[in-house]
Structures are given as structure tokens and as C-alpha cells.
């Protein structure tokens, strides 16, 4: 097989073995158990209201990026602990989303990450290695955009370090300090990673990473810290409400914006009926090889068809991350949804996805939160896959399996985040969730 772009760990996404007409034939692969935690944050604010943000200038497009760099993503952790077979993430599980910041009298573009809570950028100078063989090469290889040259602004903390080890093999390790930092037209002064050592899939525009997570997730990575992430210095400044939202287009393709992330209120997208609300969960991911914490949901259930799946919500949490490509359920929730395509997705266990006629009917799905059903797009159901050995193309299907329930980690991710506006209101300790018009 080749694919148009690189693939995070392995190339994926195979011609199925069987036919349309073959009885589907499901085997998925072994788990090692995850060790995970998830917890309720205490809300500190009343909800704030469903309203547009009242400063445009707070309203931050989105870029999307192709890059190998799928590591902070939920799904490349759950990849770890498969066996006997190839990586889960798939074609379209490459990339991420990217949006600007300046950082002293530099402008960057960096990765946006719901997963973590540093801010980091790499410093004009730094050292690239191969994140394989641990030997030096040429900074190009690192894929890095702009890098940060500090000026007088910059203040480093002495006796704090940052030591990043990522899910693919990733590293990263520099200095901390403080930084006039403008995101969405605020300015704060706020402590940051520079980095000088890396080993990094970049994709050569970005130069670092935004975390979004709340600031009891922030770590040096040495002991935990005494600092706060950007959104938290925000919100406790009185800058913006304590909460965030973003909508990702669908149709980004024609140098539209491929989303919104909005810092205290609602992006500039119409909403087809009122926002359903669940409480956060935080659930933390531990050793891969360092902890991951992400927003957390549970749900009610799914539907298929004219069928409801209660069986796949109740005590089962959902990561809720825009990392991830797909969605990821409980295999015998996923194993129903993929059979009711005509002709149905059928399950490949060497490449880890279902593989699904590229001109498939797909089934009704819709994921049930708060009492409300999220109907999911059909265009979202069928995704393409790269092309076979042929050069024909191929495609797999937007729902994928993320184990057996106790042992996998499910996610809500692009394939549900693309038909709603999510809103993660940190202070009120809820997330709401409105059908994007």
C-alpha cells in the first residue's frame, strides 16, 4: 500500500479480505489493561451562558496540520497496548489542529492539545535528534516552523526543567520561564516551556504545542508544578469566563478556516437546537510513558438504525478529544454499528480498522448525551483510507473499536466533534453540547 501522507507509527488501512457478500468475520486484537483513573473537578462558577463570545478578537481559527504527530492524541495511546497486531491509528488518524500565538514579539503557529496543560515552543539553536536511534541530525528532520529567540522578556525559572517523553517515542527537554504571551487578542505574562533538545515529528509549520487542560494537570514532568496553564492565568485574571469552546468544519478544504476555538464564550457557529450538558470527568492515563489527562464524558447510549445501544453508555466514559480522527467504542458497539453499512465495514485485524466500500450506504448512528441525540453525518461515517497496491481507492469507517470495555479507551473524536459546537466549561465542571448547523 502508499498513502498521500505519513502514517503515525505504521502504515494502515488494507483492502478487506472479505467480499460483500462473505459473512462478516470479526477477531480483534488482544489488550493489555490500561491504567487509568477518572475523576469529578469541583465546579468554582455558575455555568456561563450559551452566548457567542463578546470579543471577536477571542475567537482563534483553526488550521489543520499533517504531521506524524498523533502522540498527544488518545488513540495513539490506546495503539500501545495492542497486541499481535499493527498499530491502531490509521491514515486518517495523521494531523491535528493548529492556530497562532505570539510568544514575546514572535508570532508561532502550535499544536492545540486537550490532552496536556504545558505551553511550549523550541528555541532558535535547539538540537534535533531522531526520536529511534537517539542520534543527532540535522534540525530540518525535526519539522519544526519558526523558532522562538528569546529577547529580554524572557525570564527563566531557575530549577525547573521540562522533560517531555511522548506514546511514539517523541522527546523533548529545555527550560521554563516567563513570557509576554498574546492568544486570542489577550495578553498575559506566563510561564512556558523552551525547549532546546528534541525529537519530534513535526510537520514544518508548527513549533510547539498549547495545552488546554485544567491546570491541575499542569506538570514539569520533575515534581508538580507551581504554575498555571495560559487558559487558567486567563480566567483567573478575570480576562475571560473559565471555559472553552470549538466546532470543527467539515468542509476545509477551500482555505476556509477547518474550525473555531473560542476562549470564554461560543464560536461564530449557528446551532440547530438547544445545548444538552453532562458533567466533566477527568480521566488520567497513566505511564505511556507519562500520565495524560483528557475531558471525560458519559453518555446515555448510541443509536443505530431505527435501534438504541443503551448498553454502550451508562458507567463507560469517553474521552472527548479533537486529536482523534475517529470514533473509538466498546467492540461489540462498534462490531453492531459497522455491520449495519451496505454492505457492511468489515473488521481487519492486521490493520487494525474497518474497512468499508468507499460507496457504502452508512447507517443512521447518533451518539446520546444529557437526554439528546447527536445524529452524525454520513459523509462522517466513510473516510478515505489511502489507496491499495492498485492504486484504487480505499476506505475505512469513522467508527472503530477501542477494545473491550475495563481494557480500551473510547473517544468521542472527529467523527462526533464535526456535528456538534463543544463547550468545556471548566468552571461550572460540565460540557455542553449543541448540533452545529
Known sequence: MHFSTSSVLLYL??????????????????????????????????????????????????????????ARSAVELNSQVRTGSANLVSFAEVGGFATSITIGNQTFEVVIDTGSSDLWVVRDGFTCINPESRREVAQSECGFGLAYAPNTTFHEVSGEFLDIKYADGEILSGVIGTEN?????????????????????????????????????????????LYNPIFATMYEQGLINPVFSMVINRNASNGTAAGYLTLGGLPPN???????????????????PKDYDFYTVNIDGVAVGNRSLPEAGGNIQYLVDSGTTLNYYPNSIADAINAAFIPPAVYNDYDGAYVVDCNATAPVHGV??????????????????????????????????????????????????????????????????????
Open 181 to 225: 504571551v498574546t492568544l486570542a487578542g489577550i495578553t498575559v505574562n506566563q510561564t512556558i516551556g523552551v525547549i532546546d533538545y528534541a525529537g519530534w515529528y513535526g510537520d514544518g509549520v508548527t513549533s510547539g504545542l498549547m495545552g488546554l487542560a485544567a491546570k491541575a494537570y499542569t506538570t514539569d514532568y520533575k515534581q508538580p508544578s
Open 270 to 288: 449557528d446551532v440547530k437546537r438547544d445545548f444538552s450538558t453532562t458533567p466533566i470527568l477527568i480521566t488520567n492515563i497513566k505511564g505511556y
Open 13 to 70: 488501512i488494507a483492502s478487506a479480505s472479505c467480499t460483500a457478500a462473505s459473512p462478516l468475520f470479526i477477531q480483534h486484537s488482544r489488550r493489555k489493561p490500561l491504567s487509568t483513573s477518572t475523576w469529578t473537578p469541583s465546579a468554582f462558577t455558575k455555568p456561563t451562558t450559551n452566548e457567542v463570545a463578546s470579543t471577536p478578537s477571542h475567537v482563534l481559527e483553526l488550521t489543520k496540520i499533517n504531521n506524524k504527530g498523533n
Open 368 to 437: 446520546t448525551i444529557g437526554g439528546s441525540t447527536f445524529y452524525i453525518n454520513s459523509t462522517d461515517m466513510i473516510l478515505p483510507g489511502g489507496t491499495d497496491n492498485s492504486g484504487n481507492r480505499t476506505c475505512i469507517s469513522g467508527i472503530n473499536a477501542g477494545g473491550d470495555v475495563g481494557q480500551g479507551i473510547f473517544v468521542l473524536g472527529g467523527t462526533f466533534l464535526r456535528n456538534v459546537v463543544a463547550v468545556f466549561d471548566v468552571g461550572a465542571a460540565e460540557m455542553r453540547f449543541a448540533a452545529s448547523a
